[in-house]
């Protein structure tokens, strides 16, 4: 067999660009003491048919952005002033905007740098305890709360809000220096088109006041609201070679309360609202429950025809469920890495409502609990394009597996066969998926791209 990798094919695949664009000299050299690699991945521009983000106009960032608007950032005041200087408005402030983020930025940082707690955020009328006390389905029954203390939980999400939801705006590139953490914060891109963010680890979005649904399921749920970066409203949104995690407080050591976990936290990478043409490549995911949500809702109507997403080289490690989760949209599957196992694992590909899934080539390290036919979950859907996949169980030899025919066996009804359609939108030709988990291993995630 030929060699898969040279020394340069390597970093082009590292910085998300050609070969030759790898050995290309910069057109300008680095600025603000950042290294010359700094300064060419912060002006890169997602490479032409590199999924659904490459549709249109493409996805540029903030490769034009001046210098005045080329920021290195430590701390939240200083991310959200690179972003236009003032949360509330930076959604729509469409200047170019090359923003790289140095070491850690804590979403819980107040003024002055002092550290915030949920209980700072907290509206004076609310308090968890009592919120128990007031909403357990044996006293309250089983409807939604309501009241007083329902409004101050309101009042202190609106808080925490104003506090860790980072709003970025149009034409918006964010890359991450070697090490940059944002913790406890969501970014927000939300009709703010042409978004590029690289080379970031995400950690921790909670969510200090999580919503009790007592109709969510057959025994009821608690629900987040915060991402880790949420996409709604948005075109041409390229997010590559960043990790995805909870740290060291992952949802399975939260409490119980009314016989259900007090999840903190919501999606990794969800594009809901409208949202369309998003690629994201070279992602680690690890440790999380709830992934990628595409689609919020089963209601018929603006998503259709939208919510075209592009997934490739991702590695999914240790998590849950939404693998993801699609509704309506079309969404390209192909060379992602799933290692999946424990107690409790879910599902991988979610099929709803009028989704057209084209999964193609993808590799599946399980756990020995874990069935390949449980690997799809119908969640109102009925078709979806599914080929090439290979799965490695418990340490035996890897073998190509028909994910579709194993989940028909045994579920009814069937999905059928055909999505509806076929991906052109592939920069590069789809690899065998035995060799996914070779480059996908040492290459996706943060801290991976040479800077």
């Known amino acids: 067999m030929r060699k898969i990798l040279t020394g340069v094919t390597v970093i082009a ?67 959200v002033a690179a972003l236009g200087g003032d949360n509330a408005s930076n959604a729509t402030d469409a200047t170019p905007k090359l923003i790289y983020v140095d070491g850690a930025i804590d979403g819980f940082e107040g003024p002055e740098g002092t550290a915030l707690s949920c209980a700072d955020l907290a509206d004076p009328a609310y308090r968890l305890d009592a919120y128990l006390a007031a909403y357990d389905p044996a006293v309250w029954g089983r409807v939604s709360p309501s009241g007083p203390l329902e409004e101050a939980r309101v009042r202190s999400v609106t808080n925490q809000t104003r506090q860790t939801q980072i709003n970025v705006g149009p034409n918006t590139t964010i890359v991450g220096l070697r090490g940059a953490r944002l913790t406890g914060l969501t970014l927000m891109i939300d009709r703010a088109s042409n978004v590029i963010v690289r080379n970031l680890t995400l950690v921790d979005a909670r969510d200090c006041f999580p919503a009790w649904s007592p109709t969510d399921g057959e025994a ?53 609202h409208t949202a369309s043409l998003v690629t994201a490549s070279w992602n680690r995911f690890t440790g999380r429950d709830k992934l990628l949500l595409i689609g919020s809702s089963n209601t018929v109507g603006p998503d259709v025809g939208r919510l075209k997403v592009t997934l490739h ?53 399980l756990d020995a609990p874990v069935d390949p036919a449980g690997l799809l979950y119908d969640w109102g859907g009925t078709a979806l394009t599914e080929r090439g996949s290979w799965v490695r169980q418990s340490g035996s030899p890897a073998r190509p597996v028909d994910l579709l025919a194993a989940y028909n066996a045994t579920h009814d009804p069937d999905l059928a066969a055909d999505a509806g359609w076929t991906p ?9 998926a035995p060799l996914v988990p070779l480059l996908v291993g040492p290459l996706a995630g943060a801290d991976r791209l040479p800077i």
């Open 220 to 272: 009821g749920n608690w629900n987040s609201q915060y991402d880790q970066i949420s996409v709604r409203r948005s075109e041409n949104v390229w997010v590559d070679h960043n990790t995805f995690t909870d740290g060291d407080i992952p949802d399975s050591a939260q409490p119980v309360y009314f016989g259900r976990p007090y999840q903190v936290h919501d999606g990794s990478l969800d594009v809901t």
């Open 13 to 79: 695949l590292l910085l998300g660009a050609s070969p030759a664009a790898a050995t290309a000299r910069p057109d300008t050299p680095a600025k603000d003491g950042l290294s010359w690699l700094a300064g060419h991945l912060g002006r890169q521009t997602l490479p032409e048919r590199d999924g659904w983000a490459a549709e249109g106009t493409g996805t540029t960032g903030g490769s034009t952005a001046a210098p005045d608007r080329t920021r290195v950032v430590h701390s939240r005041a200083e991310l």
């Open 424 to 432: 052109t939108l592939r920069r590069d030709p789809v690899l065998p």
């Open 313 to 365: 080289h991702n590695l999914f490690d240790g998590v849950l469920q939404r693998l993801p989760r699609v509704r309506f949209g079309q969404v390209d599957i192909y060379n992602n890495h799933y290692r999946l196992g424990g107690d409790g694992f879910q599902y991988a590909l979610g099929v709803g409502v009028q989704s057209a899934i084209y999964a193609q080539n993808n590799f599946f390290t």
